[in-house]
């Protein structure tokens, strides 16, 4: 029953950012979508493994691999984005 309901979470998940960002509500750069992403892959991928669907697993943990990526790039980028404030001594 846990795995099922993991994979149910995970599988909304994606299917609600996929839904968001098509409806434009977020954008592919956005770090919710990528936290979606990475979240339902981890949860759907987990509940293969204890299904023992190795190819499913697979999948799933690949698409939460690449939703990481995005969270990474998306600090990133806005750690750039952020002014430094800097003080002078005069």
Same mark, same amino acid.
């Given at each position: 029953?846990? #795995?099922?309901?993991?994979?149910? @979470?995970?599988? /909304?998940?994606?299917?609600? =950012?996929?839904?968001?960002? $098509? ?20 949860? #759907?991928?987990?509940?293969?493994? @204890?299904?023992? /669907?190795?190819?499913?697993? =697979?999948?799933?943990?690949? $698409? ?27």
């Amino acid at each position: 029953m846990f #795995a099922a309901a993991l994979g149910w @979470l995970g599988t /909304a998940g994606t299917f609600l =950012a996929y839904a968001m960002l $098509w409806r434009g509500r977020l954008t592919s750069e956005s770090r919710l979508y990528a936290l979606l992403n990475m979240a339902g892959g981890l949860m #759907a991928g987990s509940a293969c493994v @204890l299904y023992g /669907a190795w190819p499913s697993a =697979a999948s799933n943990l690949a $698409w939460a691999a690449l939703g990481l990526h995005g969270v990474v790039r998306a600090y990133r980028r806005r750690r750039l984005e952020t002014p430094v404030l800097t003080t002078s001594v005069g």
